[in-house]
T-cell receptor, first 111, second 114 residues
Framework: GEDVEQSLFLSVREGDSSVINCTYT??????LYWYKQEPGAGLQLLTY?????DMKQDQRLTVLLNKKDKHLSLRIADTQTGDSAIYFC???????????FGKGTRLSVIA | SQTIHQWPATLVQPVGSPLSLECTVE??????LYWYRQAAGRGLQLLFY??????ISSEVPQNLSASRPQDRQFILSSKKLLLSDSGFYLC?????????????FGSGTQLSVL
């Protein structure tokens, strides 16, 4: 079945850039997503990218997709303490099947 | 606008007791509905999803069941809770639109089975 892998932890200093990486196995993925989960809360959709794109930028967020290597990354510029959260990568295939989520990367921002 | 409500926010239950978690969605019709569980160190695990009233797909064999008695209501149940049922339970619904599918989550229920 499909699999989505992420590193579990990332620690950065406030003001630096954060890069969270994700790899997936399903070559037929149509959309890839980044969700953010703050402590004790549900997940919120941060951004997403269609599989025929290789980059998407939205303010401080940049998503890069390398479809050949099945590698997705989320870059957060000028990381702030409010960015501390768990970030989930997810992918969707063409059928009406649920998203497949990674285990999440816990981002800690040090002031 | 669409909203999703999930309750209760926290729950402490003894082993062997029953469980009922409820989720309702407002402002949309015929959504796909999902129950996820998040246990420490195990990421997000899909438990059940439903594409319509009375239609439930189970992703993992377990002590839990789900029901969808109405279009915008999704219930997670257990007859007898186990210690391993502890976790953070999230309900979600999806919106299909131009630009792909978007999943919206409730605020979660922290279940502790003691």
């Amino acid at each position: 079945g499909e699999d989505v892998e992420q590193s579990l932890f990332l620690s950065v200093r406030e003001g630096d850039s954060s890069v969270i990486n994700c790899t997936y196995t399903d070559s037929s993925s149509t959309y890839l997503y980044w969700y953010k989960q703050e402590p004790g809360a549900g997940l919120q959709l941060l951004t997403y990218i269609f599989s025929n794109m290789d980059m998407k930028q939205d303010q401080r967020l940049t998503v890069l997709l390398n479809k050949k290597d099945k590698h997705l990354s989320l870059r957060i510029a000028d990381t702030q303490t409010g960015d501390s959260a768990i970030y989930f990568c997810a992918e969707r295939d063409p059928g009406n099947t649920p998203l497949v989520f990674g285990k999440g990367t816990r981002l800690s921002v040090i002031a | 606008s669409q909203t999703i409500h999930q309750w209760p926010a926290t729950l402490v239950q003894p082993v062997g007791s029953p469980l009922s978690l409820e989720c309702t969605v407002e402002g949309t019709s015929n959504p796909n509905l999902y129950w996820y569980r998040q246990a420490a160190g195990r990421g997000l695990q899909l438990l059940f999803y439903s594409v319509g009233i009375g239609q439930i797909s189970s992703e993992v064999p377990q002590n839990l069941s789900a029901s969808r008695p109405q279009d915008r209501q999704f219930i997670l149940s257990s007859k007898k809770l186990l210690l391993s049922d502890s976790g953070f339970y999230l309900c979600a619904w999806n919106l299909m639109a131009a630009g792909g599918e978007k999943l919206f989550f409730g605020s979660g229920t922290q279940l502790s089975v003691l």
